[in-house]
């Protein structure tokens, strides 16, 4: 039943009884006419939907099943979004941990950790919205600077005493690994708007962590460092760049794989990016320095290496940055670049010069000498100028070039000490005993000119004496020479004080070994004059008294040696007044013995008896004495002193008998 009809039923047909008829009649017509119009409402509804069904089916279609689709991207979107914040919080609560650390402590190992971990999830999730890259970014600068804070908290509390090797080593390594994060934020956020020359400053970032890792000699995470920097900046066209410092970023990347690949020993590929950099050099200066240090580098690691062929390797590498330095020359604008390059140019030069020296190719070695000489920026000051040159005439047997190249030193008080010695040694390799005299000339003027240490007058007298002192009329002559020179009163002076005790004890010892071979070869005038030396470097004390006895022994044979009787009885009494024993005794039997003083000889015997290490040997010895001396009386009171100890039992057996 249709709501008309209801109406009508139940509420209409009791006012129609009641009524008159002609009110029934409006009410029917009024009822028919609803009718009428609601039929025709219902029939146009239902037209209109025919019509779009026949007309747009697809589009209802797709109407219908896209809506849900559009609803469920709308939120997967939002829960993407507050993901991404999600670890953007957990990063920057990671930062904020490492910037409040304090000084004193240590750098936790679960800061790089975590932040490892969130950077992963966050990497899986890109590409981002400018906004949140812009966030990125900032953090990224947050943890750099918190990096730079921490890695000077931790070079002062480098300098605390308790601060171990390893705790360093192991907070190094955590600052490294907080600044590769650093790198790798950037490079996940990768460009955004709002940030000038984005990929330069990401792979600045790279560059400077890899030059951190590899001063930690981790030189895999170094290499992986620069070839991320380099694969970011690989696309770029070198004839757009004018920025400075983005083409100095540009050279110091290949220059630091470069040196990368050196340390772990592919020298083929250190060479190649070496070479490639050619192209990164921009006519300027600066990169001429650059990239020729790198090669004068290579050069020295090579030459300190000594292996078979390396003097060659060494001298071509040299040679490259030796060329690098004269184009830079010609490149420089300023006075600065200039000095520096021409300061490096004959750095290298002289290498070039040492090169040839090994080589055996001395003419080369004049010739560069002669270079740097004749250079305007007064290189011909330098300390190791004459010592080239003096080998190089060496090498060529040019002896008279060689001796002025070494007296010159005196004059150039730029010499170091360790330099001249070596010089002095070198001359005396190749000059031999005919250096002597020269030796001694330019040691004395160094004394007048500069500090000269114990240690180095050591080394020099032990070269003018040479590996024996005995040996004929040249090994005269070096001992002559060198007992001028340790007899000089500024030499002695060296070696005054406790701090030169080591250096003291050496050249005792040094010139006692080398009187010993004199006196051995019976040449008592320079064993004596050698011994008598010796003892200039024996203290004037109790503890060395017994050592300054022995010399005035010795030097009391030398003399009895030369028959220079007086001379050895004022030893042999020295000798006595220090340590009084049964040596010193006999020596005195001898020299009277030697003097025919028959009654100092026979007093002599007695008072040998009351020595503390006497033993019948000794009057064996004085009796076989006497007797080659012709004093009969003398052996005759030894034998029967002898004699007189068996007679009263008071016979002392040696320990050697």
Known sequence: MDLGAYFVRHHSVRRIQSSAPCCFFVFFVFYFSLQIHIFGCAFQNFRNYSLCNLSTPKQMKIAEISSPDHRQGHHDSQFQQQHHLHLVSQIESSIKQAENLSPGKPLPVTISDDLRKYLNQ????????????????????????????????????????????SSRKDSAEEHAKLR???????????????????????????????????????????????????????????????????????????????????????????????????????????HYKARGSQYMMFGKTVLAKSESGGLSEALRLMNEALDLYEKGLHAARTR????????????????????????????????????????????????????LAMKGWLGLGRFMEAEKE??????????????????????????????????????????????????????????????????????????????????????????????????????????????????????????????EKSMLYVPYDSENSILRAKGFRVLCLCHLGLSQLDQAQEYINEAEKLEPNITAAFLKLK???????????????????TCLDFSLDFLSLAAHEAVACRALTVAVAALSSLLNFYAKGKIKITNDR
Not at 129 to 158: E, F, G, H, Q, T
Request: neutral net charge; hydrophobic residues 45%.
């Open 336 to 387: 600065e670049e200039m000095h520096e390059l021409k300061d490096l140019r004959s750095k290298t030069l002289r290498f070039v010069s040492a090169i040839h020296l090994q080589m055996g190719e001395y003419e080369s070695v004049i010739k560069c000498v002669k270079v740097l000489r004749d250079g305007d920026s007064g290189e011909h000051h330098h300390p190791s100028l004459p010592v």
């Open 122 to 165: 966050l990497s899986q999730l890109a590409p981002f919205p400018n906004s949140l890259k812009l966030l990125v970014w900032k953090l990224s600068y947050r943890l750099w600077n918190a990096c730079i804070d921490l890695s000077n908290a931790a070079s002062i509390r480098s300098h605390y005493p308790s601060s171990s090797s």
């Open 591 to 609: 020299i009277y013995l030697q003097k025919n003083d028959k009654n100092s000889s026979i007093n002599q015997i007695q008072a040998m008896t």
């Open 180 to 286: 590769h994060i650093t790198a790798d934020l950037l490079a996940v956020a990768g460009g955004v708007s709002g940030v000038p020359s984005p990929v330069i400053k990401s792979a600045s970032f790279y560059h400077k962590t890899g030059l951190i890792w590899h001063e930690l000699r981790n030189f895999d995470l170094a290499s992986t460092c620069f070839e991320k920097a380099t694969d970011l900046v690989s696309n770029f066209d070198l004839n757009t760049i004018t920025d400075a410092g983005e083409r100095k970023l540009l050279l110091d990347l290949s220059i630091a794989r470069s040196r990368t690949a050196w340390e772990i020993s592919d020298q083929n590929l250190a060479m190649t990016l070496l070479n490639r950099a050619r192209t990164l050099l921009f006519g300027l200066a600066e």
């Open 406 to 531: 070494l007296r010159g030193m005196v004059v150039n008080k730029g010499i170091p000490e360790g330099v001249w010695v070596s010089a002095v040694e070198a001359y005396f390799q190749a000059a031999g005993t005919a250096g002597a005299e020269t030796a001694k000339g330019v040691f004395l003027g160094l004394l007048g000119r500069c500090h000269i240490s114990a240690s180095a007058a050591v080394r020099v007298a032990h070269k003018v004496v040479g590996d024996g002192g005995s040996g004929g009329e040249g090994a005269r002559v070096r001992a002559k020479v060198v007992a001028e020179i340790v007899s000089d009163e500024r030499v002695v002076a060296l070696f005054s004080g406790e701090a030169a005790g080591k250096q003291r004890v050496a050249m005792h010892a040094l010139l006692w070994n080398c009187a010993a071979d004199h006196f051995r070869s019976k040449d008592y005038e320079t064993s004596a004059e050698i011994f």
